[in-house]
């Protein structure tokens, strides 16, 4: 995660929760329309030729009768027909008996035939063929009908499903867009009320309430810095004026440094303790880009390199030297920017002096058109930096240098208010890169 960027909408695993729920319905809409076409088959199959069966069994009684009065075979009745079935060939006497015959002749099979031995042993086999085709021809339309159906009822499907699956998308995607767009800092991103009692509106009230619930928490913590800086503002004052009347002397100008150095971290927390209450409103002017950088990296007084429209100069300021060092203006600088100064000051400086407190020189400074690069050749951001964004009060390991911490907390909350991007990263070969971008 990159500090200070804008917001993307989580997208794209969402959407594909509609097709795959499309897909999960089209999948088992085929099962059940296979497990149910299978079905009737196997039932129609097994009624056509239990029926055929029955059908020739009533059919030789019929025809026995016929011939044992009359002496004459009915219609379809046979005398040992040659192409009975072998198991049918000798049965036993005055038995009936069936048979499956899966041999198709033209129009003609497959069969059931029935047969029963006319007298005693030896005597003529009397045999009834049931031809099966009709009835097997009305199963094979009625599996043709079935087939076109479930394709019918599944092109219906497939995009109901859908259509349901997106609305539960849409649903799904306002409560991720909720949480990125807290996680991108806007804590009053609400998903408010959703329909239906389902576990998606259990979702987006859970979230609501971790938001109300983070919204608190950073509320009293942002009073909390607040108050402390203000407490604290009336006792450094009256530090620093007693400092005045102390003798000079080394102990006068240790208590001097200290007392500074806290003044400067009581003004620092108030400023953040504005930045979150979102109390700061820039005052914008136009204003060369170039200029303002290079008095913003002057009045820091550490020795810095400054490029500004392809025109490179070393501006070596030292501790004593004052702000409005001429030198720190160039002439060949066009770009003019609509920015609030001051606060583009604060963010430059704050970048340069964390570049040489925790960096390395040499520290140049890279003005562009509405780009200003801070890098330097240290050992770079630390890897949970550049993951999380800065914290307050955390400057890494001890080795990189010393500070608060608040440095870049402030030049990315100061960049928020210009509504500028900034970016920390490392570069390929070394050193952090600080790249400050101006809206147009």
């Not at 019918?152 to 539960?168: D, I, K, S, W």
């Not at 501006?315 to 003019?336: I, K």
């Not at 030049?411 to 970016?423: F, I, M, S």
Request: with cysteine.
């Amino acid at each position: 995660m990159r500090p200070v960027r804008p917001f993307h909408r989580l997208r794209p695993a969402l959407a594909s929760l509609r097709w795959k729920i499309a897909a999960l319905a089209a999948a088992t809409a085929c099962l059940v329309a296979v497990a149910v076409g299978a079905l009737v088959h196997v039932w129609t199959a097994q009624d056509i030729r239990d029926s055929a069966g029955a059908q020739a069994f009533n059919a030789v009684y019929s025809a026995m009768d016929v011939y044992r009065r009359t002496g004459t075979l009915a219609d379809g009745a046979e005398l040992d027909p040659a192409e009975l079935p072998a198991a049918l060939s000798h049965p036993a006497d005055g038995d009936r008996h069936t048979a499956y015959d899966g041999r198709v002749e033209g129009n003609l099979g497959p069969s059931v035939w029935a047969a029963q031995r006319t007298g005693g042993p030896g005597s003529p086999v009397l045999a009834v063929r049931v031809n099966m085709s009709p009835e097997l021809h009305t199963l094979h339309r009625l599996d043709v009908t079935m087939t076109l159906a479930s394709l019918v009822a599944l092109a219906a499907a497939v995009p109901l499903a859908g259509y349901g699956a997106g609305l539960l998308g849409r649903r799904l995607r306002r409560v991720s867009e909720t949480a990125g767009r807290i996680a991108a800092g806007d804590l009053d991103a609400r998903t408010g009320p959703t329909k239906g009692r389902d576990e998606v509106a259990d979702i987006a009230a859970t979230v609501d309430l971790m938001a109300d619930s983070l919204g608190r928490r950073l509320r009293t913590e942002r009073r909390f810095t607040a108050d402390v800086a203000h407490e604290l503002r009336t006792p450094v004052g009256g530090l620093l004026a007693a400092a005045d009347l102390l003798p000079p002397g080394e102990t006068e100008d240790l208590l001097r440094a200290r007392v500074r150095d806290l003044r400067g971290l009581v003004e620092d927390l108030l400023e953040i303790s504005r930045l979150d209450a979102g109390a700061e409103q820039p005052v914008r002017a136009r204003v060369p880009l170039g200029a303002v950088v290079s008095e913003a990296v002057a009045r820091t007084g550490f020795d810095t390199e400054v490029t500004v429209a392809g025109t490179q100069r070393d501006a070596e300021v030292a501790d004593t030297q004052p702000a409005e060092d001429p030198g720190t203006r160039h002439a060949g600088d066009a770009t003019t920017v609509e920015t609030d100064p001051r606060r583009l000051e604060r963010i430059v400086g704050n970048l340069v002096v964390n570049a040489h407190r925790h960096g390395g020189t040499p520290v140049r400074v890279t003005v562009e058109g509405r780009t200003v690069v801070v890098r330097d050749h240290g050992p770079g951001f630390p890897a949970d930096l550049l993951v999380h964004g800065p914290r307050r009060f955390h400057t890494g390991a001890t080795e990189r240098g010393s500070g608060h911490g608040l440095g870049l907390t402030i030049a990315l909350g100061q960049a928020r208010v210009l509504g500028a991007e900034l970016r920390l990263d490392n570069a390929p070969d070394g050193g952090a890169v600080a790249t400050l971008r101006l809206p147009t």
